[in-house]
């Protein structure tokens, strides 16, 4: 039986409170390595950790980490530009939360 208008949507569940390496963020967002370096240089991603060999991310950087490569990949924003968007979006999400008394 065919499903035209069926969609399948796969990922990956990441506990919010989970703590990734650079290696296993890289693998969940696609992304090489230098690229998520450039994220946590610019403030985009919060890492913990002395050097990106052993940082750590928390499940919450995925999320963001994404959003950031899709800002610049398909608005090809710079990453500072990516920055100021996040904060933004950021801003906005707290603001409709404080909106709905959450």
Known sequence: MAHDNLDILTGTLVDAEAALSLDELCRLCG???AV???LVEEGILPASG????????EGAALSRARRALRLHRDLQINLAG???ALDLMDELDMLRRRLRGI
């Open 82 to 84: 990516v920055a100021l």
């Open 31 to 33: 992304a090489d390595t």
């Open 36 to 38: 998520i370096i450039e």
């Open 50 to 57: 002395a050097a990106p060999q052993v940082w750590s991310f």
